[in-house]
């Protein structure tokens, strides 16, 4: 893979693995290993840690799981954070736990390609900058490394602004706006509940089925009151419970245009990977008319859309709550470890290894519960082969001279 153009980038030999993206897939992986002694790089495309957070989610977010189902491994959330930490909040856990663990990403590095030379049996990791080599390759790039921007009929023609929802910060620029919101997974509800508070007009397209949960019931979580319950029995009566408890809390939903699938919410969860919306509120403004349910759009128009129920309609601007997807295929190259979606094809808990090196975290569609699980395996197995090579290593003596460069750019 030494072709002309690579020649005239760094090579840089990493001795521990090397993690691509600085979330907080790569933070607990590079953490849990620096616990066990083994020095790691990561590179970040951003300038920041968890770039999702910081920059590419809305100011009123809320982690919208109880805070110890999202704690990242080896470190609890502040005592004085609530049970539901706020975006800033989050963020500055996730900066103080780089910093316990002395972590420094490389940032502004975006690999392009990463390939595995058989003949050296090393990781070749290249971004417009450098060529990184190493024995262990890390893809900690998320679930949500993208947007997805569908391929809606008019879409193009459309006049007003339309904005995917990893580029909305508040309802305060649509304020007084009729507004087209496309999906109602938890950011579609989230985004229309923040309109109404800025005085807009949010119409949301729903499409399909949707399972809607309170986030509490009797001052517990859904989540948790589902986690214990699942300690003792079977999934689906577990998911036949929540849906008692949702009846009992929101009141008959499909009567509000939100079908129900009808695979029960967690096992819908585990099989698909669709999110059930955890409901903050949304749902009394859609009862009170606040936030209307549209149906499928057959068309956008120049300013509007045409519905599939044969109503249309004018709209000042488009928001796209439509999801995300992973960026893996981009750049990991020749691997089958990966679906063409980006997703491993090994299905959790086993997700998390491949071969040669390969290790994946964050990708269980699982949270960050998921990502705390596959962080621990990954660490403890490759500290097992480092400790093969190496010899044990403690954690006073990890320094920074990691990395040895190559340098055939300075000439
Ligand atoms: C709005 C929103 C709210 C959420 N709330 C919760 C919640 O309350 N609880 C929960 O458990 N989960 C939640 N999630 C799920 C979310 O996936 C996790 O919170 C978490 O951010 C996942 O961490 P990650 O490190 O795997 O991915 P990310 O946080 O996406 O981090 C991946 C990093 O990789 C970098 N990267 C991507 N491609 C490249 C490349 N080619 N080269 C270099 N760097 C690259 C990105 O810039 C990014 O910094 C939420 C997701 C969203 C979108
Ligand atoms: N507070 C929190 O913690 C929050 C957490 N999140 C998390 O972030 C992740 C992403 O959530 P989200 O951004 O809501 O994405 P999701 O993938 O969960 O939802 C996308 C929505 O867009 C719809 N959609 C996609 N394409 C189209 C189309 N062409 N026309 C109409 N509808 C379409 C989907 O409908 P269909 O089902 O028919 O495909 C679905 O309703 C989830 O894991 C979620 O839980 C998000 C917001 C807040
Ligand atoms: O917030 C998310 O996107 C999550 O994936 C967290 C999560 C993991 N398992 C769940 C089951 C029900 C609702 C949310 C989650």
Redesign the pocket.
């Known amino acids: 893979m030494s072709s002309c153009l690579e020649e005239k980038h760094s090579r840089i030999f990493v001795t521990g693995p090397i993690i ?8 607990s992986v590079a953490a849990c290993l620096s616990n066990r002694g083994v020095p790691s790089v990561i ?4 300038d920041c ?5 910081q920059k ?3 100011d009123r ?5 109880p805070k110890h ?2 704690e990242l491994p080896l470190m609890k959330f502040p005592r004085n954070f609530p049970r539901y930490p706020s975006k800033q909040q989050f963020i500055s856990y996730v900066e103080s736990y780089a910093a316990r663990f002395n972590i420094k990403p490389v940032f502004n ?4 390609k990463a390939e595995f030379d058989v003949a050296p049996g090393l990781w070749t990791v290249k ?1 417009q900058d450098a060529v990184y080599s190493s024995t262990w390759l890390v893809v ?6 993208e947007p997805v921007i569908p391929d809606i009929p008019g879409l193009k023609k459309f006049t007003g602004p339309v904005v995917h ?2 580029a909305y910060k508040s309802g305060s620029e649509f304020a007084n706006r009729k507004v087209l919101v496309v999906g109602c997974g ?2 579609g509800m989230e985004v229309c509940l923040d309109l109404c508070r800025y005085n807009s007009l949010p119409h949301m397209v729903v499409r399909n089925s949707v399972h809607v949960l309170p986030r509490d019931f009797f001052g517990l979580s859904s989540f948790g009151i589902a986690m214990t319950l699942l300690k003792w029995f079977p999934l689906k009566l577990v998911d036949n419970l929540l849906l008692l408890l949702a009846y009992l809390s929101l009141g008959n939903t499909d009567r509000l245009g939100l079908r129900r699938p009808k695979t029960g919410p967690i096992e819908l969860k585990n099989v698909t990977g669709k999110t059930p919306v955890l409901d903050v509120g949304a749902i009394s403004l859609i009862q009170s008319g606040q936030i209307r349910v549209m149906q499928a759009v057959k068309e956008i128009t120049k300013k509007g859309a045409k519905f599939v129920n044969g109503q249309e309609m004018e709209f000042d601007s488009i928001i796209l709550a439509t999801g ?1 997807k992973s ?1 893996v295929p ?2 990991l190259k020749d691997n089958s470890f990966f679906t063409k979606e980006g997703m491993p094809k090994t299905p959790f808990p086993n997700g998390w290894k491949g071969e040669n090196g390969l290790y994946t ?3 269980t569609r ?4 998921g ?1 705390a699980f596959d962080a621990v395996k990954i660490a403890e197995d490759i500290t097992d082969h480092w400790m093969k090579m190496n010899g044990p290593l403690s954690s006073s003596n990890v320094c920074s001279s990691h990395i040895i460069h190559f340098d055939f750019n300075k000439s």
Not at 109 to 112: D, G, L
Not at 140 to 145: I, K, Q, R, Y
């Open positions: 691509v993206g600085a979330g907080p897939s790569g933070l590179l970040e495309r951003t840690l968890a770039s999702l957070w590419r989610t809305y977010l809320k982690l919208h799981l189902f999202c590095q975006t690999v392009e971004t900690a790039t998320g679930e949500n490394a929802t990893s938890n950011s995300y960026n981009y750049w975290v964050g990708f699982r949270g960050l519960l990502t």
